[in-house]
């Protein structure tokens, strides 16, 4: 999977591709999760969701960051999981903040 998570302020849709990117990547790591059962066990016991409720849930941003931030939790998780999807690890963040809104950009004196 390629990622387009890059930033670069001004260009128009730039934002909306982004958004897209990340949801692409969390919806992958949400297939990624369920392809494991011992995964899947563990994501839902710390999550509380219930199996049937995670297609409804996958509409959520706020659900989708949390995906993310599982597999960024763990650094085994997060290293093989970038590797099936074809990401540098760090990719995994970048999606998990835009998702969850938390988009942050330094201040440059």
Avoid: C
Wanted: proline share 5%; glycine share 12%.
């Amino acid at each position: 999977m390629k990622s387009n998570l890059k930033g670069g302020a001004g260009r128009s849709g730039d934002g909306a591709v982004r958004q897209e990117a990340a949801r692409d990547l969390a919806i992958v790591a949400l297939g990624y999760i369920a392809s494991d059962p011992e995964q899947l066990s563990r994501f839902l016991a710390l999550t509380g969701i219930d199996p049937g409720a995670i297609r409804a849930a996958a509409n959520e941003p706020g659900f989708l960051a949390g995906v993310l931030g599982y597999i960024s939790g763990n650094e085994r998780t997060l290293v093989a999981f970038a590797a099936h999807a074809g990401v540098a690890p760090d990719e995994v963040e970048k999606a998990k903040k835009l998702l969850a809104g938390l988009e942050w950009e330094r201040d440059v004196p």
